[in-house]
């Protein structure tokens, strides 16, 4: 089954960006559908942004205009560009792989079925 490491979190001051990376291995991210999800300290996971094998991509309406999904095939890694980031982007973010199209939606925490460790975003006013 792939594995997944997610890199490139750090502290930011507000309107910062950062791009964070989610490196797989035994697995190739052209084969699943891939997503980045986030969890701040008392609230649930939520989705941020998705892609599709095809290279469709969905993002939460807090995020749109502001973060960016993609995916480096040779590399097989997936990335989310954050710019204009704000205190509420404060999060642990995860990067996520599933088999099947999106069965709970894009943004559903039951569409995928392998998760990343987590990298630390935190961003002051």
């Known amino acids: 089954q792939v594995q997944l490491v997610e890199s490139g979190g750090g502290s930011v001051q507000a309107g910062g960006s950062l791009r964070l990376s989610c490196a797989a291995s035994?697995?190739?991210?052209?084969?699943?559908?891939m997503a980045w999800f986030r969890q701040a300290p008392g609230k649930e996971r939520e989705g941020v942004a998705a892609?599709?094998?095809?290279?469709?991509?969905v993002y939460a309406n807090s995020v749109k205009g502001r973060f960016t999904i993609s995916r480096d095939n040779a590399k097989n890694t997936l990335y989310l560009q954050m710019n204009s980031l704000e205190p509420e982007d404060s999060a642990m973010y995860y990067c996520?792989?599933?088999?099947?199209?999106?069965?709970?939606?894009?943004?559903?925490?039951?569409?995928?079925?392998?998760w990343g460790q987590g990298t630390q975003v935190t961003v002051s006013s």
């Open positions: 035994a697995g190739y991210v052209i084969n699943y559908y």
């Open positions: 996520a792989a599933g088999n099947a199209p999106w069965p709970f939606g894009p943004l559903g925490m039951n569409s995928y079925d392998y």
């Open positions: 892609i599709d094998k095809s290279g469709r991509t």
